[in-house]
């Protein structure tokens, strides 16, 4: 599945959409360094600004947008419950 691109609100704000479809996972802030080099912030997507948190700081935009993860905790759940048992997926072990 390939990632879907930053979606560019102004010049200096991306949002990044994963699984969720109805709100940003993460927003993406330009901002300069003191050196006046382009530095892009990740900070986890949140309803109210003062609940959004940085995640991370990085030299581009790519980096920034490989940087946001997919929520993968119901695919985790689901193997977890499909594949408990004892590993040779007989009967209980050391009976």
């Keep these: 599945m390939s990632r879907p691109a930053p979606i560019r609100l102004d010049g200096d704000t991306w949002v990044i959409m994963r699984s969720a479809t109805?709100?940003?996972t993460a927003i993406v802030n330009r901002v300069t360094d003191?050196?006046?080099k382009?530095?892009?912030l990740v900070l986890k997507w949140a309803l109210d600004p003062s609940q959004r948190r940085m995640t991370g700081i990085f030299a581009?935009?790519?980096q920034a947008d490989a940087s946001v993860l997919y929520d993968n905790?119901?695919?985790i759940a689901h193997?977890?419950?499909k594949t408990a048992g004892?590993?040779?997926g007989g009967g209980p072990l050391h009976t």
């Design 38 to 40: 382009a530095r892009f």
């Design 73 to 75: 905790t119901a695919h």
């Design 34 to 36: 003191t050196a006046g």
């Design 86 to 88: 004892p590993p040779n």
């Design 60 to 62: 581009t935009l790519e």
């Design 79 to 81: 193997a977890q419950r």
């Design 22 to 24: 109805d709100h940003p």
